[in-house]
């Protein structure tokens, strides 16, 4: 059983290292990383609205192209905030890069949050799986969306996103695992490092991307997800 301290289910950028070595000390793979590649990076964006625009932006497209899109909306309204984004017309963002059904993603979640319906600062006193619960009756948020997240706005400590490609690569490569190993399986996998499994994906997303030579990622996020929900 892991002994490690943290504060209300949430790890901070200052306790990564130690709860790195301490989860990597149960699990000769992690460990492995840690002593090849060093520790990982606190991969983070704050609990804000422009920060889950971002996170939608990014379902099943390159990291660059998400972040073009986000700063040619940052050029357009300067301060992304949901009253600016409604202000737009389709026209307007498409010329931002944004898709027929991205645009009605944000569109719907600028809606909520201009609202009053969806408070980020609200989520973060609740649980998990009430979190998730309530973001993904918004339009376009899936399981992935939620996982990244929980893991990097909100720093919860016990997250796997089955759905990333990033850590279920990194996972399959690390371990040795076939490239037809199906989520069920790499998620049976993950149960091993409960209840800290988020620290375990962070090192699988550090494996992932230190073994690709100049291989770079935005803060928050190393992977990219498969299909929308």
């Known amino acids: 059983m892991f002994i490690i301290d943290t504060a209300d289910g949430v790890f901070t950028e200052r306790g990564i290292p130690a709860l790195c070595d301490k989860v990597a000390a149960r699990d000769p793979r992690l460990r492995r990383v840690v002593d090849e590649f060093g520790h990982p990076p606190f991969w983070d964006r704050p609990n804000t609205f422009e920060s889950f625009v971002w996170f939608i932006l990014e379902q099943q497209v390159s990291q660059a192209s998400a972040k073009s899109a986000l700063e040619k909306l940052r050029e357009r309204v300067g301060e992304i905030t949901p009253e600016n984004v409604l202000a737009l017309t389709d026209d307007e963002l498409r010329a931002a890069y944004f898709s027929r059904q991205k645009t009605n993603y944000v569109r719907g979640l600028a ?47 016990d997250v796997f996103p089955s759905g990333d490609l990033g850590a279920v690569n990194g996972l399959k490569e690390l371990a040795g695992l076939p490239r037809t190993t199906t989520a069920e399986e790499l998620t049976a996998v993950a149960r091993e490092w409960a209840p800290y499994r988020t620290i375990a994906t962070i090192l699988l997303w550090h494996y992932y991307l230190s073994r690709r030579v100049g291989s770079t990622s935005p803060p928050g996020r190393p992977g990219r997800r498969g299909p929308v929900s």
């Open 111 to 157: 809606q909520q949050v201009a609202d009053g319906q969806l408070d980020f600062g609200e989520l973060e006193k609740l649980p998990d799986s009430a979190v998730r619960d309530r973001l993904v009756r918004l339009k376009g948020v899936g399981n992935w969306t939620v996982d990244v997240y929980l893991i990097v706005a909100l720093h919860r400590v």
